[in-house]
Nanobody, 129 residues
Framework: QVQLVESGGGSVQAGGSLRLSCAAS????????LGWFRQAPGKEREGVAA???????VYADSVKGRFTISQDNARNSLYLQMSSLKPEDTAMYYC???????????????????????WGQGTQVTVSS
């Protein structure tokens, strides 16, 4: 049974940093991507970043250069280091496990919610101006 549990959310001022963690258990090889998603009130859930089991990563354009996704070698933990936070980053953040999407077998494509079938309960991030 796959379980994903997020932690590390909170409130921070614009320009600040937060580190989200996700404890993962029960993952199988079929879940070859781990990702972070977010959903703001009244908006659709969107992919933030993903990491393949070989370590390749991809980021949404809105967070490139500010967020870093990482995982431990055993894929027991997933992280999202968020820096230079903006008010528009305010959302519920979810970690998820699913299938990677590739371009030409080389480039990891941004994650889409319907490609991920295991989800955590979410952790709130609020950025004030």
């Amino acid at each position: 049974q796959v379980q994903l549990v997020e932690s590390g959310g909170g409130s921070v001022q614009a320009g600040g940093s937060l580190r989200l963690s996700c404890a993962a258990s029960g993952l199988t090889y079929s879940s070859n991507c781990l990702g972070w998603f977010r959903q703001a009130p009244g908006k659709e859930r969107e992919g933030v970043a993903a990491i393949a089991n070989d370590g390749r990563t991809v980021y949404a354009d809105s967070v490139k250069g500010r967020f870093t996704i990482s995982q431990d070698n055993a894929r027991n933990s997933l992280y999202l280091q968020m820096s230079s936070l903006k008010p528009e980053d305010t959302a519920m953040y979810y970690c998820a496990a699913g299938s990677c999407r590739w371009s030409g077998g080389l480039w990891l494509l941004p994650p889409r919610p319907y490609e991920y079938n295991y989800w955590g309960q979410g952790t709130q991030v609020t950025v004030s101006s």
